[in-house]
């Protein structure tokens, strides 16, 4: 396992039970095609920060670029805290020499592209980037990314892999 290429992934697409509403988002495929090469590093965001489950659901609330993470009832802004949780995973992260993510998408933690965000009227686009994704690519920005949607066009699938396996930087 030492020798292992190690990739960092969103923890609902294994299995883990970890989502607000108690589920999971397991990527069968990704996980059994995948998992042949690379030994999994995964993070759940919502849950490592100390958020329950279940708990919640949070929404991106602002414009795309400085979006806030807020809970969809009780508007209870948890902006601060995962920045700041993120922050510290990160430094951990830069010592595990990881070779790239995999995020999952749509996610208001996790997504790295066309995440909904609303704005003060309520309207919604899909233009934010999840806030600990938004945290990794900033302190990574040479590491390769993808989510699981984008992932199952299989030439991105392959192309990501060589990425990945040959340690070269985006
Ligand atoms: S999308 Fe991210 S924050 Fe949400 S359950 Fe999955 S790993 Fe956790």
Redesign the pocket.
Known sequence: MEDMIKLGV????LGEK???DGGH?LDQHLKELLGRYVEWVP?????EMGLTVPREPMRLVGDAVSSRLVTTSSGIDHTDWMIQWANKKLRTLSSMDLRGFIF?SK?P??GMRSVEVYDAFDVQSKTGIGL?AREFMARFPLLPVEDDVRLQDSSICENFMEIVIAGLKK
């Open positions: 969103s923890s609902c697409l970890v989502r607000y988002k993070v759940c965001p919502e849950v999952k996610s933690s996790c600990f």
